[in-house]
């Protein structure tokens, strides 16, 4: 059981800042305001799927970049563990891992986005995905269990939908992906559902109307 101080960050609230030590020397959560942030967290250096995911991320990244998203990642392992694991990845995978790594070891980060699980069985951060947005509100969080690695795909493709949903003012639909229809805000209104069906929309019924963007 988490500690009964310790309360999960909210969706729709700003983020907790935080200034931290990492692999690129100390960072600070406020001074990517402008920009979209990835926080990952991952269990521990130098083991098998968190390898593998490190690899999956720095693989992704360039795409982020185009989305004006940076990752960050996170363990409660040292700097000198991270440093020597980076190595290790560009030496055994030929991957380079350009994003700062923060060596966590006195668990404040972990504590203040809920990653450490003490039900687990140990102090590890688990795998966690905090999406924040430019003006540094909290918008999306998925946790993993340690046997399972993450999708690049779905955290391109939630990035994706969370900034095609902010600027076109829409929501996306199950399985949505760019250049797909989206979903029009449903009526607020009996009069505006009576209208709604006159509306040009592709409608299923007044409250699940879709359009293209194009």
Known sequence: MMNENTSLPRLGEKAPDFTAVSTQGPIKLSDYEGKWVILFSHPADFTPVCT?????????????????????GL??????????WVRNIKEKLGVEIKFPIIADLDMKVSTLFGMIHPSLGNTSAVRAVFVIDPEGVLRSMIYYPMTTGRNMDEIVRLLQALQTADKHKVA??????????????PPQTTEQAESRMQEGYECIDWYLCKKDLS
């Open 172 to 185: 996306t639909p199950a399985n949505w992906r760019p250049g797909d229809k989206v979903i029009v805000p």
């Open 52 to 72: 593998t995911e490190f690899a999956a991320f720095a693989e992704v990244e360039p795409k982020l970049d185009e989305l004006n998203a940076k990752l960050i």
């Open 75 to 84: 363990s409660i392992d040292s700097t000198h563990s991270h440093i020597a």
